[in-house]
């Protein structure tokens, strides 16, 4: 069995190369971004598109930390992130817990209009959005994103949150309950710990959305101080030049939070852990 | 413990009725199986006696208290699923005593039952696993152990022994049947298997499309079936059904036997072990043996009959025949059903 099972080396070899070449494919972008950023201004144009810079400097980090507003729109962006993560991953888990476990009336109603919500380019709606978000004085504040991305991100999550649940089996709860839970101490005791891998997909992924969004964040927000880190980054462009390498070295910072982000939650995305609940 | 009342029990999904009008009494310390083909509500009666479905119409008591509106935990029953169930991310010990940690007695007393009831189900070494670490027949003993520590007013059981292999559901069998024997709890044991509802039950319930046909011990459901359901139901190989015509002389087989008894009687049954396989000659009914099928200890004989149809005899120990060979089969007279055109059970002449 084994001697007819065992792959040819050429195979594996071939396997092997075609997973290579495909990562390097996925992360030359961010090669670049950081080949730029670590580049001197000077040689930006000369350079051109050599693959190796040939001289290394920190000055753009420097210059972006401590001379411009950067640091200040990289934690209105974490404040942004952040609050819509646990707020969007909150209601999202309620949600799909309802949606997982109840039939209630008006259920198919109620996933047919969230379905719906999700179906409409962005485009259309930034207009109304704006409208809503002045009329109630929120224009320019850290609010005004937080609610909206909450409320985008909210569906999308939800059927996450609910395919989560419904991989948990019902008899768990129902035994927990047997044993002398009531439903909610079931979902703390029981429920919860299951479902961290969803919790923290749920919240890695709204993060990463809300860390990136430009469309809202360049509507509703003009004034410096509110400014998030994708729109900030807009102003190292300007009316007569692009100021490539302190927009990379900004760049390269924005990916520091989202990577921090996933190697936290990475130990809850570990499969498995209800693997032993059943036998099936 | 305690008995249980079931009195016009009704369950309903939206609009369709899956329960209908469930007359049961269940006494202190009596072993019930529930039996029945798939989906005639089995589960979903369970269920009800454990207060994970609500109860649509009709009254349910334990110990004489009413207990339709009172949640899970507080009816002091203990329920082993067919899945197990087993928390996964919690010990074999914590899995053990999470009844009572949940009712916040301290650690050091949960210690003694939790260890008890390991040592009643050989599960000593394994207290500090995790459920994955344990194979299905050790799983199935955690779950049991659960149940057991609690010390509860009764058990349910929902097909237990389904996900284990032949030998091991064998052992199980065993266990359960010595646990009932020491313990005495209450016990409502939902199956498919048959020789699990015949060696465990003090009574049985048969079960067909919502509706109970029968409830009776093991023995008379074999010997004396309400009805033609619970007869073919009953009892393995199934009971062979003839049908009869009537006229003056009595009962009239399809090869133009006759037999004496009530002139309504639509269909005769007799179980293949109660069907005496003697020479061509002899026999009441003729017919050629098709396909034998020797077990060893008993040997099964699928016969044609003229005018009748396929009959299977089961002769204990081993036959010399051949398939194509020439067979009489004769009725054991006691042993005899008979059924009118609904189904409903006749009596018999003897
Ligand atoms: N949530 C539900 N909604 C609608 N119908 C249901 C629901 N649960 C069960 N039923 C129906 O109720 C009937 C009884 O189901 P139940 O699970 O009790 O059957 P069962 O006797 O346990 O079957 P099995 O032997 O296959 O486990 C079935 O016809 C089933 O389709
Ligand atoms: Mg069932």
Redesign the interface.
């Known amino acids: 069995m084994a001697a007819l099972r065992r792959t040819p080396p050429a195979l594996v070899a071939g396997k092997y190369a075609a997973i290579a070449a495909y990562v390097a494919f996925a992360l030359f972008p961010l090669y670049w971004l950081l080949k730029i950023a670590l580049t001197p201004d000077a040689l930006i144009f000369s350079d051109g598109t050599a693959l190796w810079p040939s001289e290394l400097t920190l000055d753009n980090f420097r210059t972006v930390i401590f001379q411009s507003d950067f640091m200040a729109y990289f934690r209105n962006s974490v404040i942004v992130s952040l609050s819509t993560a646990a707020a969007t991953t909150l209601i999202a888990a309620a949600a799909g817990y309802a949606f997982s476990r109840f039939a209630f009336r008006g259920k198919r109603w109620v996933v047919a209009l969230m379905l719906l919500t999700q179906m409409f380019p962005l485009l259309m709606i930034i207009a109304p959005i704006y409208k809503l978000v002045a009329a109630i004085g929120l224009l320019n504040s850290l609010t005004s994103l937080i609610v909206v991305y909450t409320a985008f991100n909210i569906p999308f999550a939800t059927f996450l949150m609910q395919s989560f649940f419904d991989g948990i089996?019902r008899?768990?709860e129902?035994?927990?309950?047997?044993?002398?839970?009531?439903r909610l101490?079931a979902l703390r005791?029981?429920i919860l710990?299951?479902t961290l891998p969803g919790l923290g997909a749920t919240l890695g992924f709204v993060f990463t959305a809300a860390w990136s969004e430009l469309l809202f964040a360049l509507m509703l927000i003009n004034s410096n101080d509110a400014m998030t880190f994708p729109v900030g980054l807009l102003t190292f462009v300007s009316k007569f030049s692009v100021d490539w390498g302190q927009m990379m070295a900004a760049g390269v910072l924005a990916l520091v939070p989202s990577c921090l982000f996933f190697l936290f939650i990475q130990r809850y995305l570990v499969q498995?852990?209800?693997?032993?609940?059943?036998?099936? | 413990m305690a008995g249980m009342e079931l009195r016009a029990l009704r369950k309903s999904y939206g609009g369709l009725e899956v329960l209908h009008d469930i007359e049961l009494s269940i006494a202190d310390g009596e072993f019930v199986v529930l039996v029945g083909p798939s989906g005639c509500g089995k589960s979903t009666l369970l269920r009800m006696i454990a207060g994970l479905e609500p109860i649509t119409g009709g009254e349910f008591r334990i110990g004489g208290r009413r207990m339709n509106e009172v949640p899970p935990r507080d009816r002091d029953i203990a329920m082993v699923f067919q899945s197990y169930a087993l928390y996964p991310h919690m010990s074999v010990a914590r899995n053990m005593g999470f009844s009572m940690e949940i009712r916040r007695r301290p650690a050091a007393e949960r210690e003694g039952p939790v260890a008890a009831a390991a040592r009643t189900l050989g599960l000593d070494r394994l207290l500090e696993r995790f459920p994955k670490a344990l194979s299905g027949g050790q799983r199935q003993r955690v779950a049991m152990g659960r149940a057991i520590v609690r010390d509860p007013q009764a058990f349910l059981f929902d097909e237990p022994l389904s996900n284990l292999d032949a030998a091991l559901r064998v052992e199980m069998r065993l266990e359960i049947a010595r646990l009932h024997q020491r313990l005495g709890t209450t016990t409502v044991y939902v199956t498919h298997d048959q020789v699990e509802a015949m060696t465990l039950a003090d009574r049985i319930v048969v079960m067909n499309g919502g509706v109970i046909q029968q409830v009776g011990t093991p023995l008379e459901l074999y010997d004396r079936p309400a009805n033609r359901f619970v007869a073919q139901f009953i009892g393995s190989p199934t009971m062979n059904l003839l049908d009869l015509a009537a006229d003056a002389a009595g009962l009239r087989l399809g090869n133009g036997a006759t037999l004496p008894g009530p002139g309504s009687a639509a269909q005769l049954g007799i179980r293949p072990e109660h069907l005496e396989l003697v020479s061509a000659e002899e026999g009441e009914i003729a017919a050629q043996a098709q396909v034998i099928e020797r077990l060893g200890s008993d040997t099964n004989v699928f016969t044609e009959a003229e005018g009748i149809g396929l009959l299977l005899a089961r002769v204990h120990g081993n036959v010399d025949l051949r398939p194509g060979d020439r067979v009489g089969l004769r009725l054991m007279r006691d042993r005899i059903h008979l059924f009118d055109a609904e189904g409903a059970r006749l009596p018999t002449a003897h």
């Open positions: 089996p008899d768990l129902e035994a927990a309950m047997i044993d002398g839970c009531t101490q005791v029981v710990p299951l498995g852990l209800t693997s032993g609940a059943v036998k099936g």
